[in-house]
C-alpha cells in the first residue's frame, strides 16, 4: 500500500514564475491537508480538501495560492508569480473518511516538496 | 492561535543517556501527537494522546498528555543514534476543523555513538 505521492520532490523556479505540487493521498483516503514549513518554523496548516471541495482554506495567503483535488486525478497545490519569501517545504498529508471507525485524526504525510525561488 | 512550544530546541547526547523533550501551551487540545521527522523527509506519527493524564509507551519512548491537555513530554531511555531526528507535537483543537494540527517548532536530538 503505497504512501502519500507527492512530485516534484525539488523546485526551482524564479521570481514571477508558476509553481505546481502534486499530491496523491494514500488509497482509501478521501481527505487531503497541505501544510508549510519555512525554515526555522514549525509545520503550518494551509488547506484542507475532499474530492472537488475545498473544506477549510483559511491558512492559505489570500493572493497567488490556490489548492484543488479533482473528481480524478492527484491534489494539486498552485503558487503563481512565486517570491522568493515561498522558498519552503510543502507537506501534503491524508486521512481516511471520518466516521468510519478508522481515522483518529491521525494524519499521514508524503515526504514533501521542496521549493527554491530564485 | 494555538501556540505550542516545544523544549529543548537542541539537544546532542550520548548514546544510552536518558532524556526528556517538552510541549507546553496555555491552550487546551482535545489530542495531541507526537511526529518525528527526519532530514528530506515527511513526519512520521509515532503516538496520539487523548485523555489527560494518559501515559503511553513506544519501546523505550514513553509519552505523557498533562492533566489539564495543555502539555505533553516525551522521555527516551538508552537513547541510540536511531533516535536522532526533529521531534515534533501536534495538537488538534476541538474547535477546529478536522485534521488542522498546531504544531511546535520541535526539538532536534541528535545521539552521538
Not at chain 1, 54 to 82: H, Y
Not at chain 1, 87 to 99: D, E, K, L, N, V
Not at chain 2, 34 to 50: A, C, D, I
Not at chain 2, 77 to 91: H, I, K, N, S, V
Request: charged letters at 20%; aromatic letters at 10%; hydrophobic letters at 35%.
Amino acid at each position: 500500500n503505497a504512501g502519500v505521492m507527492q512530485n516534484p520532490r525539488h523546485l526551482v523556479r524564479r521570481r514571477g514564475q508558476e509553481a505546481r505540487l502534486r499530491c496523491s493521498p494514500m488509497k482509501g483516503h478521501s481527505h487531503v491537508y497541505w501544510y508549510r514549513q519555512l525554515p526555522e518554523e514549525g509545520l503550518k496548516f494551509m488547506v484542507y480538501l475532499q474530492k472537488e471541495n475545498i473544506i477549510d482554506e483559511s491558512g492559505m495567503p489570500k493572493e497567488r495560492f490556490s489548492a484543488e483535488f479533482p473528481k480524478e486525478g492527484p491534489s494539486i497545490l498552485r503558487i503563481q508569480q512565486v517570491v522568493r519569501g515561498d522558498s519552503a517545504a510543502y507537506f501534503c498529508a491524508s486521512s481516511p473518511p471520518f466516521g468510519t471507525g478508522v481515522n483518529t485524526g491521525e494524519l499521514f504525510f508524503g515526504e514533501g516538496s521542496r521549493l527554491t525561488v530564485l | 492561535t494555538q501556540l505550542l512550544e516545544q523544549s529543548p530546541q537542541f539537544l546532542s547526547i550520548q548514546e544510552g543517556e536518558n532524556l526528556t523533550v517538552y510541549c507546553n501551551s496555555s491552550s487546551v487540545f482535545s489530542s495531541l501527537q507526537w511526529y518525528r521527522q527526519e532530514p528530506g523527509e515527511g513526519p512520521v506519527l509515532l503516538v496520539t494522546v487523548v485523555t489527560g493524564g494518559e501515559v503511553k509507551k513506544l519501546k523505550r519512548l514513553t509519552f505523557q498528555f498533562g492533566d489539564a491537555r495543555k502539555d505533553s513530554s516525551l522521555h527516551i531511555t538508552a537513547a541510540q543514534p536511531g533516535d536522532t531526528g526533529l521531534y515534533l507535537c501536534a495538537g488538534a483543537d476541538r474547535g477546529s476543523t478536522l485534521g488542522r494540527l498546531y504544531f511546535g517548532r520541535g526539538t532536534q536530538l541528535t545521539v552521538w555513538p
